[in-house]
């Protein structure tokens, strides 16, 4: 199925997945479901729909009496299976309104009800800030609202990227009021005004430049059944997870799962994983964020 997949078109292999797609979801389809959306004849989606017979024969069978196509119990995803998880998120951003039904694939979706206290919409013209910025190598001066404490509401930045966690962007930027690099949460940012050119090299960032491999593990405070269902979860080799991360960004995946806590102090169910090498993550992520410091000390003097 791999090497046929490659070969396909673009236009041909979306409406493959299409198929593929409502038979995963809704166990059925019809010729007219693909000619209404992707604005095909009914002699072209005939054709699809037997291409895909060729390439997977056993997932469908055509049902005379209800003039449909269903899946069959031997059905394997031949376009969908490395994509689910895309489909899983669209199906959150419908919840969430970041999406329409129509603008996916999906004919009835699922019961389903996402649990989160929303924020608000990101501002278009502040994000097209925020990316020129990025693209031109400038600094911008934003309104921030900050938990600081800080009474400015204006702040000079010069954005050299973004990053996601736990449902937030954050914009990396180096900070003329502290000359150092630090994240500005994207919602905080107010708008977006004046620019020049930046004259700090983003290399000097060395929080973000530099990767360290966070090595997770169960706790070992837990039941060896827990501890197993942990790493089978979390796709662990041999008990452990390796996790690549720019050490800017180690601050919030150990604040997200509680790595950054010492093992003993929350309850084996509040902290289901560890951190191994704690210690020498929080100390590299310091020395980084000294150097950089240092660095832009000279580079303005």
């Not at 720019?246 to 604040?255: H, I």
């Amino acid at each position: 199925m791999e090497g046929h997949s490659e070969r396909l078109r673009w236009g041909v292999r979306r409406r493959l997945e299409f198929i593929d797609f409502r038979l995963f979801w809704d166990g059925r389809f019809n010729r007219s479901d693909m000619a209404e959306t992707f604005g095909i004849s009914a002699q072209q989606a005939s054709a699809d729909i037997s291409q895909y017979e060729a390439i997977a024969p056993q997932n469908l069978r055509y049902d005379r009496t209800e003039k449909t196509y269903r899946r069959t119990d031997g059905f394997s995803p031949a376009f969908i299976g490395e994509t689910i998880e895309r489909y899983l998120l669209q199906i959150v951003a419908i919840e969430n309104r970041w999406m329409r039904p129509e603008d996916t694939w999906f004919d009835v979706i699922p019961p389903v009800e996402v649990v989160t206290l929303g924020r608000r919409s990101t501002d278009p013209a502040v994000l097209l800030g925020v990316l020129d910025a990025v693209s031109n190598r400038l600094e911008i001066e934003i309104e921030y609202s900050s938990l600081t404490g800080s009474e400015k509401h204006y702040r000079a930045i010069a954005p050299h990227a973004l990053s996601h966690s736990a449902g937030r962007w954050y914009v990396r930027s180096w900070s003329r009021e502290h000359n150092d690099f630090r994240d500005y949460n994207l919602n905080r940012i107010g708008a977006v005004n004046g620019h020049r050119p930046a004259t700090v090299d983003p290399q000097l960032d060395f929080e973000w430049v530099h990767k360290i491999n966070l090595v997770i593990v169960p706790n070992t405070a837990l039941s060896a059944e827990r501890q197993a269902a942990v790493a089978a979860e979390h796709a662990m080799t041999n008990g452990r997870l390796v996790r690549p991360c720019r050490l800017s960004l180690s601050f919030y995946l150990m604040s997200e799962y509680n790595l950054d806590v010492e093992p003993g102090v929350l309850k084996p169910e509040k902290q289901q994983i560890v951190l191994q090498n704690r210690d020498e993550v929080t100390q590299a992520r310091a020395l980084a964020r000294q150097m950089s410091i240092e660095a832009l000390a000279r580079t303005s003097a």
